[in-house]
């Protein structure tokens, strides 16, 4: 149970450093490249561009060109979009074991009480309790995962096919505004990878597991051992905000009334009730 092995054994595939390091890279990339393509004075994308399909309407409205550059922004803007909510509800799910992670463990109103997980379904819900923490990971991620959403929408609604004067060519035009806010927002979002990668290089560590944590059943592998359980603070509970006075409140015993040290929790290697070592959260 004290081999760091099996104790920093799981990480999600797209939270390891190959693939944090890889993401900004590849996604900056191609933003860069989109940048100068837009704005290059040979390539200046409002000068429009031909569609290379054709562009005329048929007898029942339909255009393959405004169809293509349609669907195709907005197909790669929901895969960003959906990429951003993947790594946003994982990490706020990782983000209190990341806490009792720490090498001094952490006290109750940054990791156990933690909801930033329940609080991620809702746009910019983690903002306030992240600030509040000071977690600026958590924090930039609730703010560009809701934020992602208009990637698909503007790439979808931003080329158009319209006829150039005047020479009378059917050309791709960007509506400016559109394009602009898209090229913002696609900015913010490789700067939120970049906070991410920077996040998991210097303190991927601590977002590692034992194994897994997605079941009721794997939160109770890693407390059924813990003096947790007889904590006089988990005794008798009757609502979410009795437990958050109780814990908030806590003090180790010892010293005047009201000086002790303030309660920290961890996950790590720990003597359980039993006297075995166990691998899981105690105080």
Same mark, same amino acid.
């Given at each position: &149970?004290?081999?760091?092995?099996?104790?920093? =054994?799981?990480?999600? %595939?797209? !939270?390891?450093?190959?693939? @944090?390091?890889?993401?900004?890279? $590849?996604?900056? +990339?191609?933003? @860069?490249?989109? $940048?100068?393509?837009?704005? $290059?004075?040979?390539?200046?994308?409002?000068?429009?561009?031909?569609?290379?399909?054709?562009?005329?309407?048929?007898?029942?409205?339909?255009?393959r060109s405004n169809f293509t550059?349609?669907?195709?922004?907005? #197909?790669?803007? &929901?895969?960003?979009?959906?990429? &951003?909510?993947?790594?946003?509800?994982?990490?706020? *799910?990782?983000?209190? %074991?990341?806490? /009792?992670?720490?090498?001094?463990?952490?006290?109750?109103?940054?990791?156990?009480?933690?909801?930033? =997980?329940?609080?991620?379904?809702?746009?910019?819900?983690?903002?306030?309790?992240?600030?509040?923490?000071?977690? %600026?990971?958590?924090?930039?991620?609730?703010? &560009?995962?809701?934020?992602?959403f208009a990637i698909p929408i503007?790439?979808?609604?931003?080329?158009?096919?319209?006829?150039?004067?005047?020479?009378?060519?059917?050309?791709?035009?960007?509506?400016? +505004?559109?394009?602009?806010?898209? /090229? @913002?927002?696609?900015? #913010?979002?490789?700067?939120? $990878?970049?906070?991410?990668?920077?996040?998991? #290089?210097?303190?991927?560590?601590?977002?590692?597991?034992?194994?897994?944590?997605?079941?009721?059943?794997?939160?109770?592998?890693?407390?059924?051992? +813990?003096?947790?359980?007889?904590?006089?603070?988990?005794?008798?509970?009757?609502? *979410?905000?009795?437990?958050?006075?109780?814990?908030?409140?806590?003090?180790?015993?010892?010293?005047?009334?009201?000086?002790?040290?303030?309660?920290?929790?961890? !996950?790590g290697a720990f003597t359980g009730?039993?006297?075995?070592?166990? #691998?899981?959260?105690?105080?």
């Amino acid at each position: &149970m004290d081999d760091p092995a099996p104790r920093y =054994a799981y990480i999600p %595939w797209y !939270l390891s450093k190959p693939a @944090v390091v890889s993401l900004p890279v $590849l996604f900056g +990339s191609l933003y @860069v490249a989109l $940048l100068v393509v837009s704005f $290059l004075p040979e390539t200046a994308i409002e000068k429009g561009f031909a569609p290379g399909l054709n562009a005329k309407s048929d007898a029942a409205g339909f255009s393959r060109s405004n169809f293509t550059y349609s669907f195709v922004p907005a #197909l790669l803007g &929901m895969l960003l979009f959906l990429a &951003m909510q993947r790594l946003f509800f994982t990490i706020a *799910r990782l983000y209190l %074991w990341a806490e /009792l992670s720490r090498e001094s463990g952490s006290p109750a109103g940054r990791s156990l009480l933690l909801d930033y =997980a329940a609080s991620a379904t809702i746009p910019f819900g983690a903002l306030p309790q992240a600030i509040t923490n000071g977690h %600026w990971l958590i924090a930039a991620l609730a703010v &560009m995962a809701p934020l992602s959403f208009a990637i698909p929408i503007l790439g979808g609604g931003c080329f158009s096919t319209y006829e150039a004067q005047p020479s009378g060519d059917l050309l791709v035009f960007p509506h400016r +505004s559109a394009f602009y806010v898209l /090229l @913002v927002i696609m900015g #913010l979002y490789l700067a939120t $990878l970049i906070i991410v990668t920077i996040f998991v #290089l210097t303190f991927g560590k601590r977002l590692r597991l034992p194994k897994p944590i997605k079941s009721l059943a794997d939160i109770t592998s890693l407390l059924y051992a +813990s003096g947790v359980l007889s904590d006089a603070a988990f005794q008798g509970v009757y609502s *979410r905000v009795d437990l958050r006075t109780r814990l908030l409140a806590a003090r180790e015993r010892g010293g005047p009334a009201g000086a002790g040290r303030e309660v920290r929790y961890f !996950l790590g290697a720990f003597t359980g009730k039993d006297g075995e070592r166990h #691998l899981g959260v105690d105080r």
